[in-house]
């Protein structure tokens, strides 16, 4: 059984340095989900054949001993960098020149202007939207400037499938010091001095859960990676998988040295397979180093990672569902107490993290618990990713210390709230949705809160796992909370009573209000329901699924009293709601419209403005789509 | 004893003794939280939400899931838990069919009681009950799933109580059903039909099918003669219905009102139950003396024989050949009321009343059909006799009690204790402890054979014999054992396997209870019976000796084994179920394989692959008359001949080959292409 | 019209080896469901219960896990799979839209999936976790991002074309 121990990673982080350094010029390419989808690998492989045709040497994998002087490239895909609104992206080192939405058009003049001249391509550059100044380097851009990237750190910069590159970057000396020179008391009471609390919802103490199942005595005692990352509009754990994998199956043998386990698995997503693939190349590079398996570190003690792949569903990221479903049965939440720290995976103590928790953890071992702890709240300590989306200029991943302002995060490293045609406008900002279908909104009054765990739970919202949808002043709340509890209602397990019904009930009264059928009572009822759900459902899923339409009842009243006293709805999201009318001063009669609206609801003589029958118009918006003058009102 | 603490309940000290939760504690207050998904029974589920209560520093939590705690303050009815649980009911209620003028379990009703208890006077959301099909295909369980709340107790008593799970969540979400895989019927699945999912649903989505049209067409049909047996359970529970205590003796008057109905005759199983008690006694100890196939199993319990169908085949030679009493009735009845009575044997109607939906299927058995006549014709449940006396308006609980007619009416004790587990065999120990030390046995009550524990060992010696024996009742614990004995783990010499938890008495027929002992209590009742009768040992039946005197001859002799005892066969769990291995669209010749798990272990796999190929690689499809059309040899995969011991049994068209190898499956197809036509080149 | 050599065999064999790699293990029963469908493309029924046969599990406990989980299709799906993300970032960048485009265009509803060819299944699923590109699609695993409308039908249109030429 092969071992390694820590002067072998020393050896190797020394001669993987050393030959990096005798590289010429290191291209690499962003292959993250999001680039991919935007070409990047056509990029990368432009790029390949750009080099070959120029007479340099081209290496995709740094070999140990090289020496000569011939000009070598290293090229090679990396994790998401987290621009994806900008991407492909591609990154020159050691100038650390980024280009963006590179085309595989550009590879030949990268080569030649950028690799063999030393010469910038102004036009790859990332221009700046409100300035329109182009920015050369990473840290340039404001989205990267205002950022603290720890967690995110390697991603974007390590080569996802290469180990050595990860130990290069001081990985696994982590957990060969808690393997080696760290009791397991050491481990979790370090981890609670960090004040480190989990990414993935709750927000618990992570080194007190750890303690809790440290504690419990058992023949076998499990860790659990949670990648089910079911909220729609998040993915930095995705990107963590993706980009950084060693640094996540570190974490989980820290996790499992803390608490005396020898299993872990990977719970990924099944929407995520280069995540699946990465982490089982990352696991299977791992056990052939001897980093995994047996005698680990010579420590004697072993750890084994499996990966499983999830089968489509959001309540698999409650924790009892999830080791439910990797136990083969349905995902469906049991009670808690126990708690899995006593009574988990197959009945066994275990612990529970989610990946950007235990990305954290191997940065605390090896910076120290008070390193981490200067970052962030009194109460929130560290950074927090979050997945910016929606009508914001720079959509992506971010990374930032707890205790952040909205308005940091959605002006200065956003670049500003965008209209539905993409253009950045000064006044659109509406709200946030912040912690996904768990979460609630926040508002302009919001804006300057600094985020942490209890500010927004104080608020009505989560930090959830860190979707951070920014919404202008298009964007109808009523809508907005419907598609929320569209999601939840058809994620529902369908176990318990409040949840499996309350949410399909609160989804059926939302319509009614949407369809311009509700009143007040609406409302009232739908309140009721909402905290009854909150208050009684099983699950965390349960408890948190009327929290999007609690608090947008709550913070856009006059938007919901509207709909249903007024039926009107300011946005024109709700399609029956619309009043489609013709605006006569526009309308020349040219009579397309009545010719094909499909319930014949527009009459009128020709060369003459039209007029839409109301009772009959199914507002399906065919008349606007034909109408050449712009006289339909109402969409 | 260290005190375990005590929890403030209301304001009540209430001290912790080995409660399983909080729930079990408040119950100790004297308070019945409303709950649809606890069962002591079954494991905890948490899904209902009606239990929850108001904790000190933990907030709202449902009761069931919680662990009681010294110091804990828990507030059972705060106005948040109380609207909690309203807005929970109500959320049923809309999503549940509300056809309860017409719902059989009217009256009887968990959620019909609760809404009722709650005050839930207005639904207010929009009704959201689905309308799917209803299954009554099955003879024993009707399933309206449009009533269902999906508080899985049937689920859970289903997979925990009998180990079959033949039904289960489907779907998720609102989506989410009860019920058998591929939304087949009850009827078509490996469902026992011990009816432990009936007995647990709180409202009306299981319930027994009922037959009572069927009796009263009978009952009013002048050329009729309608004679009942009533099993011993029935007596010591029917009396529920009419709001007596669960155990209270209602015998007599059950009597009174099937006569009052209009039943010729009424009789008792237990006078059966003697008889099996004979017949099966003598069975074990000849088996026992000649050292012949050991252990014997009970073969009584319907919902057993079928469940030991469907998973044990290698154990069939080893159960009784005996009938069961119901059926044993059935057979002694058609064979000498109609000349005892002076009427036409078709004439006679013979109803059976049981505590039991799985005996609706029993007698529907075709080893209990001759000449198209049934031995039973048609099974009464205990609620379903009651709904037909609630219908005539007899007062039952008015009725002056009158005796059984003789002489299939006559009963010792022993006859009776069958109900309740451990009952079979104390009535076998009871004989056989005479028949083979040849003394008196004085002392009746074998108290070591009886009790609630799942599986009971008892080592017994019967003069020089040492007989060991096991009680066991649920399926699950008979599946450990069965396994056990087929590992050849555990040696017995006799084992007694009930289905229901208890004994007959938990039997799926019975009155639904919410009394939390109404196990215990019937089954004393049962103990009590038989301790009010005279004769307490099945060989002092003198209607028993007369039978055998005028019709029977010996104990196991031709006769008796004509009428009194049956085999039984592996069968299938699933129907309708095959792999096309080919895809072959208009074959000549089919070749099923049976992959089930017998074969399986005989290698039916490997058969399977060699057939596949040989038939493609020799290119038998090309058959003369038919070269070159198309594929002319089809190979499928099946699930089960019911021939599990002569495994692996593959089909060629009709042929079945028993014990299959390659080269006999070769033969036969050959045989088969000869008389279709001859292979091309061949 | 001769049947396809024993590929109704391999299917099976597949089957066969999947759960002995497996262990005949039911804990895997989600890793086996998920590679049979692979082999398969869908969960047929007649395989569902030979998978609890061998697992010696109650078929309605295996069909309970298949019907639970979104990825298991008890019905056969097209050559192509088109998943449109409506994810949160998809949903108000217009990912509805897309959806009734295609719907349209491949004759297909919220009820009806899959073409009567047999070449194209249509699904929404939940987010695909590539929200910077909302709104995004995937046809088998190639993820489309920032698509319209237009593009929409043009990527339909291409496989088309791509299936009319093979032919």
């Known amino acids: ?635 | 004893m260290e005190t375990k603490g005590n929890v403030n309940i209301d304001g009540i000290i209430v001290p912790i003794d080995n409660e399983k939760n909080l729930l079990e504690l408040i119950r100790k207050a004297d308070i019945e939280l409303p709950t649809f998904c606890y069962h002591s029974h079954l494991s905890i589920y948490g899904a209902c939400r009606l239990c929850v209560s108001d904790i000190e520093g933990m907030g709202i939590q449902a009761t069931c899931s919680i662990q009681p705690r010294d110091g804990m303050i828990v507030r059972t009815n705060t106005s948040e838990v109380r609207q909690i649980r309203k807005i929970n009911l109500e959320l049923i209620l809309a999503n549940h069919k509300i056809d309860c003028p017409s719902c059989s379990r009217s009256s009887n009703c968990k959620l019909q009681d609760l809404a009722r208890r709650l005050g839930v006077t207005k639904v207010r959301f929009k009704q959201t009950n689905s309308h799917l099909p209803i299954d009554d295909c099955s003879n024993s369980i009707i399933h309206d799933p449009n009533k269902c709340i999906l508080c899985g107790d049937c689920v859970r008593a289903c997979k925990e109580i009998q180990s079959v799970g033949a039904i289960d969540f489907v779907n998720r979400g609102s989506q989410t059903i009860v019920g058998p895989a591929f939304n087949k019927s009850l009827r078509d699945v490996e469902c026992v039909y011990c009816g432990q999912c009936v007995s647990v649903c709180p409202v009306g989505a299981l319930v027994p099918k009922p037959e009572t049209e069927e009796v009263w067409d009978a009952i009013h049909n002048p050329e009729k003669y309608v004679v009942a047996q009533i099993a011993p359970a029935v007596r010591v529970a029917l009396g529920e219905s009419f709001g007596i205590e669960a155990g209270v003796i209602t015998t007599g008057q059950i009597v009174t009102s099937l006569k009052r109905m209009g039943f010729n005759k009424v009789y008792d199983t237990s006078f059966t139950a003697d008889l099996t008690v004979l017949e099966e006694a003598s069975e074990f100890i000849s088996r026992k003396l000649k050292g012949e196939l050991l252990p014997q199993f009970t073969s009584c319990c319907p919902g057993w024989v079928k469940f030991a169908e469907q998973y044990y085949p290698e154990l069939l030679p080893n159960l009784s050949t005996c009938k069961s009493p119901q059926q044993m009735f059935g057979s002694v009845a058609r064979e000498i009321l109609p000349k005892m009575l002076g009427i036409k044997p078709e004439n006679l109607v013979i109803v059976s009343i049981m505590p039991c939906t799985a005996k609706k299927f029993e007698a529907k058995r075709e080893e209990f059909i001759h000449n198209g006549l049934a031995d039973v014709d048609h099974v009464l449940s205990t609620e379903g006799l009651a709904r037909m006396i609630q219908e005539t308006g007899i007062q039952f609980n008015k009725l002056k009690p009158e005796s059984f007619d003789l002489p299939l009416g006559f009963k010792t004790g022993a006859g009776v204790i069958f109900g309740n587990t451990g009952g079979v065999s104390e009535a076998v120990l009871r004989y056989a402890y005479e028949k083979i030390t040849g003394e008196t046995l004085i002392d009746t009550d074998i108290k070591i054979v009886r009790g609630m524990e799942g599986i009971r060992d008892v080592n017994i010696k019967l003069g020089d014999l040492n007989i060991k024996l096991a009680i066991v009742h649920t399926l699950s614990n008979a599946r450990k054992l069965c396994d056990k004995i087929v590992a050849g783990e555990a040696n017995y010499d006799l084992i007694e396997v009930m289905a229901c938890p208890g004994g007959c008495i938990a039997g799926g027929g019975q009155p639904v209870s919410f009394d939390t002992d109404f196990r215990m209590k019937r089954m004393q009742g049962l103990y009590n019976t038989d301790k009010q009768l005279e004769l307490h040992k099945s060989q002092d039946n003198p209607y028993i000796k007369e039978l055998y005197k005028t019709t029977l001859g010996e104990i196991g002799s031709p006769k008796a084994h004509e009428l009194l005892h049956t085999h039984y066969h592996g069968r299938k769990r699933i129907t309708d179920q095959v792999i096309n291995i080919r895809n072959t669209v208009h074959p000549k010749i089919e070749i099923y394989v049976c992959l089930g798990t017998n074969c399986y272990i005989r290698g039916a796999h490997e058969l399977m692959k060699q057939l596949t190929q040989y038939v493609t690689e020799n290119k038998l499809e090309d058959i003369i008359g038919f070269e070159g059309q198309e594929d002319m040899v089809d190979v499928k995969g099946t699930f089960c001949f019911e021939r599990c011991e002569k495994g692996p049994v593959l089909r060629v068209n009709e042929h079945i080959l028993e014990h299959a190898t390659f080269e006999k499956a070769k033969a036969l197809l050959y045989k088969e292409i000869q008389r279709i036509g001859l292979l091309v080149n061949k | 019209m001769k049947t396809e050599p024993n590929n109704n065999l391999r299917q099976f064999q597949q089957v066969l080896e999947i759960i002995e790699k497996n262990n005949h293990d039911k804990t895997h029963l989600i890793t086996i469901l998920q590679q049979v469908q692979d082999a398969y493309r869908y969960l047929p029924p007649q395989v569902l219960t030979y998978i609890a046969t061998m697992l010696k599990m109650p078929v309605a406990e295996v069909y309970g896990v298949a019907t639970f989980y979104a990825h298991f299709s008890l019905e056969a799906k097209g050559k192509y799979v088109i998943k449109v993300c409506d994810g949160t970032a998809c949903h108000v960048k217009g990912s509805s839209k897309l959806l009734d485009t295609l719907y349209s265009k491949l004759k297909l509803s919220e009820k009806k999936h899959t073409t009567d060819d047999m070449m194209f299944t249509l699904e929404a699923v939940s987010c695909l976790g590539a929200c910077g590109l909302a709104p995004v699609m995937v046809v088998n695993d190639k993820i489309y991002g920032e698509v319209n409308a237009k593009r929409c039908g043009e990527i339909v249109d291409n496989i088309i074309n791509a299936e009319l030429g093979e032919g």
């Open chain 1, 1 to 635: 059984m092969k071992t390694i121990t820590k002067a072998t990673l020393e050896l190797i982080r020394e001669h993987y340095n050393k030959s990096i350094k005798s590289v010429h010029k290191r291209i690499i390419v962003c292959a993250g989900t999001g680039c991919i989808a935007n070409g990047s690998m056509l990029v990368y492989e432009a790029l390949e054949k750009a080099i070959k045709a120029t007479g340099m040497e081209l290496f995709v994998e740094l070999e140990l001993d090289v020496h000569d002087d011939k000009k070598k490239v290293h090229l090679n895909g990396s994790g998401c960098q987290g621009f994806c609104a900008q991407g492909p992206l591609v990154n020159i080192l050691p100038e650390e020149t980024m280009y963006v939405k590179v085309k595989p058009e550009d590879a030949l003049e990268i080569i030649e202007r950028s690799i063999l001249k030393d010469e910038v391509i102004e036009r790859l550059l990332y221009v700046n939207p409100v300035t329109g100044e182009r920015s050369r380097g990473q840290l340039d851009i404001p989205f990267y400037k205002l950022q603290n990237r720890l967690v995110l750190g390697e991603c974007g910069h390590v080569d996802p499938e290469n180990i050595r590159e990860y130990i290069a970057h001081n990985g696994y000396f982590a957990a060969e010091k808690v393997f080696n020179h760290m009791t397991d008391v050491d481990v979790c009471d370090t981890l609670v001095d960090s004040g480190l609390r989990g990414r993935g919802g709750g927000g618990f103490s992570t080194g007190k859960k750890w303690h809790l199942t440290r504690v419990e005595k058992s023949d076998k005692k499990y860790v659990i990676c949670n990648g089910d990352e079911g909220d729609p509009g998040a993915f930095m754990d995705r990107s963590l998988m993706e980009g950084n994998p060693h640094r996540v199956i570190e974490g989980i043998m820290i996790a499992a040295r803390a608490i005396n386990a020898n299993e872990g698995y990977v719970y990924v997503r099944l929407e995520y397979p280069l995540a699946v693939k990465r982490m089982r190349k990352a696991i299977e590079d791992a056990m052939d180093a001897g980093i995994l398996g047996e005698n680990i570190f010579g420590s004697g003690k072993s750890m084994h990672i499996s990966v499983m792949e999830g089968a489509g569903a959001f309540v698999c990221g409650e924790e009892t569902a999830l080791m439910a479903s990797i136990e083969g049965k349905r995902g469906m939440p049991m009670p808690k107490p126990p708690f899995p720290a006593q009574k988990g995976l197959f009945g066994k103590p275990t612990v529970i993290n989610n990946v950007e928790t235990l990305a954290a953890v191997p940065l605390i071992i090896r910076n120290g618990a008070s390193w981490f702890n200067q970052y962030g709240t009194s109460t929130s300590k560290g950074t927090k990713t979050f997945a910016l989306t929606g009508h914001v200029a720079n959509t992506g991943l971010i990374e930032v210390p707890f205790g952040t302002t909205l308005r940091e995060i959605v002006y200065n490293i956003g670049g500003g709230v965008t209209d539905n045609d993409g253009k950045v406008t000064g006044d659109g900002f509406k709200a946030v949705q912040i912690g996904g279908p768990s979460g609630g909104c926040l508002t302009e009054t919001d804006i300057d809160l600094p985020l942490d765990y209890d500010n927004l739970i104080a608020k009505g919202a989560m930090v959830g796992s860190g979707g951070l949808v920014v919404m202008n002043t298009q964007t109808c709340m009523v809508q907005i909370a419907r598609f929320f509890m569209n999601f939840t209602q058809n994620e529902s397990c369908g176990k318990c009573v409040p949840c499996r019904e309350g949410t399909k009930q609160m989804l059926s009264l939302l319509d009614e209000i949407i369809e311009g059928n509700g009143t007040i009572e609406t409302i009232e009822l739908l309140q009721e329901v909402g905290k009854c759900v909150k208050k009684a459902s099983l699950c965390g899923l349960g408890k948190t699924a009327p929290s999007p339409v609690l608090s947008t009842i709550e913070k856009f009243n006059d938007e919901y009293l509207q709909h249903v006293l007024k039926k009107r709805c300011a946005t024109n999201n709700c399609k029956s709601l619309r009043n489609v009318t013709i605006d006569i001063e526009k309308c020349i009669g040219c009579t397309s419209c009545a010719r094909k609206c499909p319930v014949g609801a527009i009459s009128g003589e020709k060369k003459q403005p039209h007029v839409i029958n109301s009772d009959l118009c199914t507002k399906c918006g065919v008349c606007n789509s034909v109408c050449k003058f712009n006289a339909i009102l109402g969409f």
